[in-house]
């Protein structure tokens, strides 16, 4: 279970999908025999398939994980979005009363679900291509899995399992400062904005989208 208060909630299925596109790294957790095996993989979300879509992904063969699925595990994928230290200095109540402390805030994503394995390779060829597709798209001259040998491609298939998690649901909390007053939401947003980085830049935006009317 996620602890979620209910301000902190994010329901909105385009927002949950827009992060899990924009941060598609995930911690993937899987439950077997008493442990916890956690693995940290990149997925694409196919919205197509399945109820509320499934995540699709691979794992070195030599990873013990991908048997582990076939006793039908429970798995969460967390996917975490922009976070920052947030200061209680720029909180305008702190100078009003001091009774302020730091905190942090932070976008995440949790995606419930029996994942399966796979081992047919044009379906793992598939996922790999599509992984490409996406990551490469930004690239001045994409590469391709056709750029490489056939040979060599097909000895690498041979040493990964596709992944495929059908979302049961999701657990989305959007931590931005929603709990505190609109002028200290203000304060929060323009003392990330001022901060280096691109994540405090971010942050800023998702905080700034929350403040009270």
């Not at 730091?102 to 994942?115: F, M, R, S």
């Not at 980085?197 to 800023?204: K, R, T």
Request: hydrophobic share 45%; aromatic share 8%.
């Amino acid at each position: 279970m996620t602890y979620s208060p209910p301000h902190f909630a994010e329901t909105d299925t385009a927002t949950l999908h827009a992060l899990v596109r924009s941060h598609p790294l995930a911690t993937w957790v899987v439950q077997h025999e008493g442990e916890l095996l956690v693995n940290h993989i990149p997925m694409l979300l196919d919205t197509h398939r399945g109820e509320h879509g499934t995540l699709v992904g691979h794992v070195a063969r030599a990873n013990p994980v991908w048997q582990a699925l076939a006793a039908g595990a429970q798995s969460v994928a967390v996917f975490t979005g922009p976070q920052a230290y947030v200061s209680p200095n720029w909180y305008p109540s702190k100078h009003a009363n001091g009774m302020a402390v730091p905190t942090w805030n932070y976008a995440t994503v949790h995606a419930h679900g029996v994942p399966q394995a796979f081992e047919d390779a044009e379906r793992i060829l598939d996922v790999v291509t599509r992984l490409t597709q996406v990551h490469e798209a930004n690239q001045a001259l994409p590469w391709q899995v056709s750029d490489a040998p056939a040979d060599f491609i097909h000895k690498l298939l041979r040493v990964i399992v596709g992944i495929e998690i059908p979302v049961q649901r999701w657990v989305g909390k959007w931590k931005v400062s929603q709990n505190r007053p609109a002028s200290d939401q203000q304060g929060v947003a323009a003392g990330l904005a001022g901060q280096p980085g691109d994540a405090a830049a971010q942050m800023a935006a998702l905080v700034q989208q929350r403040i009270k009317a």
